[in-house]
């Protein structure tokens, strides 16, 4: 007669699990989640759990991987698909109050305060690799526009882009502390007004 196999039971759905640790991370961070909040919001139990992901540390920068593909993209995308640094910098800023502020998930972005009152060097790297790869990726597209004549030739590209990811940092933050999506509307507004045009 078979028996049942050892390890997580046939019922578990991984990628709906995952997406279920990359909510759980983006409401309380890395550091405020434990274990046991895992384990009860997957509703799997600890040894599952390590068989599935590892160590909550595996787990954390799989969920971060899930997390900027299937909800923090929109920036890489307007980087990829509109035509200058500045449409690209619009489009980031009119789309981000509306993702971080949508129905039915946690408010903010999981890769600007992941890693909020963690002392986990390797956890703070992952974060800070992923945020300056987007100031990179940012940098990138303006320095295309500096030598296209369609920005000031004295441009500090890596500022103007540490500029644009700043201010859709402090937006998702205030996300987070209950601002509601018109105040950040308009925040994004102003910032892109100080964008600057070439002469």
Known sequence: MATAGRGRPRSFDRDAALDQAVRLFWRRGYEATSIRDLT???GI????LYHAFGDKQQLFAEALRRYDTRYGQFIDRALAEEPTARDAAARVLHEGPQRYTRR???TGCLIASGDANTDNAEVRDLLRQLRNAKVAGCAAKIRADV???RLPADTDATALGRYLMTTLSGIAQAAR???GRPQLERVAA???RAWPTAS
């Open 40 to 42: 009860s919001e997957l």
């Open 45 to 48: 139990g600890a040894p599952s």
């Open 104 to 106: 039915g998930l946690p």
């Open 147 to 149: 030598a296209a004549g």
């Open 177 to 179: 502390d209950g601002v």
């Open 190 to 192: 102003l910032a892109l």
